[in-house]
């Protein structure tokens, strides 16, 4: 598996289409699936996606419209019903935590593992190991937050003849370092890590818009992503309807790509009057021509050197 594997679980805009589900994106890192909105029915896409009813997990909503969230309460549900037993995280704006007692008290939607929800605003919000998730907010009808997916190993390769010439004995203590862990040896010497090991590689990043107009904020988040993972409503003729709504042009994802200096820009949320898309893939890919659409369980892999490779073989094809 690559080092990060993004499932494209709805590429729909606000009403969800025969192969188009609601909004949701989930990331696969070593065991773990970050999910990123849960529209309509994602629990049918997840299950169809194979990506595991009791792995560690959490999720992240970007607002509180019903195209980005409607899909939650059926997910818990169907994690209950199917045995579920870890805890998991949900994160989103402070009306979640109301959102979520309000479906546990009206709907029977009570969990049979541990959910705990958070009302965030922005900054880092959750780590795991060399994983760190950042909110950040967004420009569209109320709050809103987009969300940045960094993964950055601790240390460059090991470099076994520093190790020898320090006289670091083999075993545990190369196994520590070559981790990131500083040791002390039995002599009394401490060794850091940079010592034995190389430069470390860039990080590798995946930014996802949610819904926003064009902002500052999601252009400097996106700073040299491997990925953004961007909301492309409209084409240009609609312009004035994409900033009423609060949301942004093919073109102007477009160009937030080329300005932060993105790797791929995968276009989503777009509006049904688009059809299979080729109208907003073509203005985008004038301006960044390493654009793609998204479709419903398609998959990219991006490896520890930041390149990446599109799996369109489970993808489906909007009718």
Known sequence: MSQFDVVILGSGGSIPEEGRNHPSICIR?????????????VQRRFERARLGTNKRMA?????????????????????????????????????????VKIAQSTINLGTTFETTVYGIEGGPVFEVDDVIVSAFEVDHRGFALGYGVVYQKPTGPFLPERAEALEIPKGPFWRDLSSGKTVHLEDGREIAPHEVTGEKPSPLKVVYSGDTRPCESLRQAAADANLLISEAMYTSELVDMADKRGHMTAAAAAEIAVDAGVDLLVLTHYSPRYG???????????????????????????ESDGSHKVDTSAAIEPS
């Open 29 to 41: 890192w070593q065991g773990w699936n970050l999910m990123l909105d849960a529209g309509e029915d």
């Open 59 to 99: 999720i992240f909503i970007t607002h509180m419209h019903s195209d980005h969230l409607l899909g939650l309460p059926g997910l818990l549900l169907r994690f209950s019903l199917l045995g579920r037993t870890r805890p998991l995280s949900i994160f989103g704006p402070k009306e979640l935590i109301e959102y």
């Open 276 to 302: 299979d898309g080729a109208a907003i893939l073509e203005e985008a890919r004038a301006v960044f021509p390493n654009s793609i659409l998204a479709r419903d369980l398609l998959r990219i892999g991006l």
